[in-house]
């Protein structure tokens, strides 16, 4: 099947400080990526899609200048989370999708804010 | 997106057959039906998707009513790695994948 990569797998950083993940289709070009955040014993929470070349569509209550989500080719997204506070401490997932069907998802990056 | 309802638990042994029943009664029709899975601290996995046939993969087979107001993803021979929470999803062509609550399975010995 697809692979798409997340790096980091993992990050620890102080608050006050942004972090940059990235999400990557290897074997396939992506019209379309996803974010979703996931809190301990929680569902997958949708955060926004991105289409390459435009601007990110956030669901609502996401705050895009704090998400901030870069789609710069077919084959890689990037989520930074800018001036990161310990409530954004979470699981954080990405998914690509070719066309309108299959969705692949990443193996997750987990930030921790101190 | 029509929403669905799942248990929110379930057991099975190692070796038999889980079926995982899910409700999308508001479905409509050009509404596919998706399984995901995801292992604990794991990104989601794909299982199956459908629209009104029953489908198998080497994972699994889905299920789905003749009136596609419920479905059943079936794992055949279920082992300790299928442990994990089975999300059903509805969702039409270029829509999103919105996750609910899911199942959690635990295969046990």
């Known amino acids: 099947g697809a692979v798409v990569s997340q790096h980091p797998s993992w990050v620890i950083c102080k608050s006050g400080t942004s972090v940059k993940i990235e999400c990557r289709s290897l074997?396939?070009?992506?019209?379309?990526m996803f974010w979703y955040r996931q809190f301990p014993k929680q569902s997958l929470m949708l955060m926004a899609t991105?289409?390459?070349?435009?601007?990110?569509?956030?669901e609502q209550g996401v705050e895009k200048d704090k998400f901030l989500i870069n789609h710069a080719s077919l084959t890689l997204s990037t989520l930074t989370v800018t001036s990161a506070h310990p409530e954004d401490s979470s699981f954080y997932i990405c998914?690509?999708?070719?066309?309108?069907?299959?969705?692949?998802f990443g193996p997750g990056t987990r930030l921790t804010v101190l | 997106d029509a929403k669905t309802t799942q248990p929110p638990s379930m057991d099975c042994a190692e070796g038999r057959a889980a079926n995982l029943p899910c409700n999308h009664s508001?479905?409509?029709?050009?509404?596919?039906v998706y399984w995901y899975r995801q292992i604990h601290s794991q990104g989601p996995q794909y299982i199956i998707h459908?629209?009104?046939n029953n489908e198998t993969n080497e994972m699994a087979s889905l299920i789905i009513t003749e009136d596609r107001k419920s479905s059943t993803l079936i794992l055949p021979h279920a082992t300790l790695r299928d442990t994990a929470v089975y999300y059903c999803?509805?969702?039409?062509?270029?829509?999103?994948?919105?996750f609910g609550a899911g199942t959690q399975v635990v295969v046990t010995p």
């Open positions: 459908g629209l009104k």
């Open positions: 508001t479905i409509s029709g050009n509404e596919y």
């Open positions: 991105s289409n390459e070349g435009s601007k990110a569509t956030y």
């Open positions: 074997d396939f070009q992506a019209t379309t």
């Open positions: 999803i509805v969702k039409g062509s270029w829509g999103k994948l919105q």
């Open positions: 998914s690509a999708r070719v066309g309108g069907n299959e969705q692949f």
